[in-house]
């Protein structure tokens, strides 16, 4: 779990290492170091914002892998965003490219850069049977 007092630039950073990491995460929004909240914003603004640099700043797609919703903490409303663990790891940030600058993982509260030699790892372990990838069953198709 990660709290973050506003949407700053690190949240791409902070769902990459949740998407590396085994089990997932949840960031908060609105939440200071101790879990308090620190006032309103607006939530539905926040959360397309969100929504849209997940999806369009993290590499390979993201959709279905996570879920951007509120939630209410000493009756302030917050916005929390649920990250499952991915499966085509390494998970990493777009414009740094799979690099060390790139993609990040969990170590216990932080969330720390990956060695080379892990993303080589991880990227090696990676399922590639895309559709574009997965022979058809009949072969024997003609236009005749």
Do not use: W
């Amino acid at each position: 779990m990660e709290f973050k007092s506003e949407l700053n630039d690190k949240l791409e950073k902070e769902v990459v290492a949740f998407l590396n990491n085994r089990e997932g995460g949840i960031l908060y929004i609105g939440l200071n170091d101790a879990g308090h909240p620190m006032g309103s914003m607006d939530l539905d603004a926040t959360q397309l914002k969100i929504a849209d640099r997940i999806k369009n700043n993290i590499l390979p797609a993201t959709l279905g892998l996570f879920d951007v919703t509120t939630e209410v903490i000493e009756n302030v409303e917050v916005v929390k965003v649920i990250v499952s663990s991915g499966l085509e790891k390494p998970y990493y940030i777009r414009k740094m490219c799979m690099s060390p600058s790139g993609c990040y993982m969990r170590v216990g509260t932080s969330s720390q850069q990956m060695s080379t030699s892990i993303i080589d790892e991880l990227y090696g372990k990676r399922i590639h049977t895309t559709l574009r990838n997965i022979l058809a069953p009949r072969q024997d198709l003609t236009f005749a």
